[in-house]
């Protein structure tokens, strides 16, 4: 956080900046709980919600408004830096917006050991590399995937947008959910003969929700336009084509397993 306090002082004793835009991450509307997920009765839902949820409860929607549950160091850092940009900021009278990205995926994503994210780029690469998929939990947990080049111009609007981005926060995703049992079947769509193996849904794991998009739609007139399954082909393709993509570490456990 002191990095972010670094920037937001310089911001603000700048005499020639017109906007920040602070990054934060849906990551501060906690987990999407069961206790969040909506009912048949929930306001504001489409047709199609509606009539999805005779068959469940329907991934909650994280809108703006709701109230900010961050439940990671992570995500408390960003919700923290989120209050700390208008406290610093306002009293200047330096412009900011403050996007929240969803689930960020596409290329160049290059998988590191260890890490849990960026599940489309870790299914692809195994795939790749001729190793099963692993669904947690049988990959039930929802996300709202986002390609980068979406999240680019979604940023680049909030920066030099019109005057009713100044001071908002609005989510940047699609507002699709997405399970990731279907990144699985996406992915190895691509990759015939993948092996896909349940394995327990590890403590933590969050089930997750998509995107409220009204306020994004209003704030910058714009909305993402690449959907899962053409980000999953450009990743796809571009992971064939770059050969260096694939880590040798992985490389190397395919072949032990060979």
């Known amino acids: 956080m002191s990095g972010t306090q670094t920037v937001l002082s310089a911001a603000a004793a700048s005499r020639r900046l017109k906007r920040l835009v602070f990054v934060s991450s849906a990551s501060v509307y906690g987990n999407g709980n069961p206790d969040d997920w909506a009912g048949p009765e929930d306001e504001h839902r489409s047709v199609r919600e509606l009539l999805g949820s005779v068959y469940g409860a329907m991934p909650p929607r994280f809108g703006e408004e709701r109230r900010l549950h961050p439940l990671s160091v992570y995500a408390n850092t960003k919700a923290f830096s989120e209050v700390q940009t208008d406290l610093v900021l306002r009293p200047a009278g330096i412009s900011y917006s403050v996007v929240r990205y969803f689930s960020v995926y596409g290329q160049p994503q290059v998988i590191k050991p260890g890490s849990h994210s960026w599940v489309a780029a870790w299914f692809a690469a195994r795939a790749a590399a001729g190793l099963p998929l692993h669904l947690n939990g049988g990959g039930h947990q929802v996300r709202d995937f986002v390609h980068v080049d979406d999240i680019a111009e979604g940023t680049l609007r909030a ?84 050969p260096a993509a694939l880590p040798g570490w992985l490389r190397q456990e395919a072949g032990q397993g060979a």
């Not at 947008?161 to 691509?190: C, E, F, M, Q, Y």
């Open 159 to 242: 920066l030099t947008g019109p005057p009713p981005a100044d001071r908002k926060t609005v989510n940047v995703g699609t507002g699709r959910p997405t399970t990731i049992r279907t990144v699985a079947d996406l992915v190895s769509g691509h990759f015939p003969g993948t092996r896909v193996v349940e394995t327990p849904m590890p403590p933590g794991d969050p089930l997750g929700g998509c995107a409220g998009t009204t306020l994004m739609q209003q704030v910058l007139g714009w909305q993402p336009a690449i959907t899962i399954e053409d980000g999953i082909a450009q990743y796809v393709r571009w992971l064939k084509s770059t």
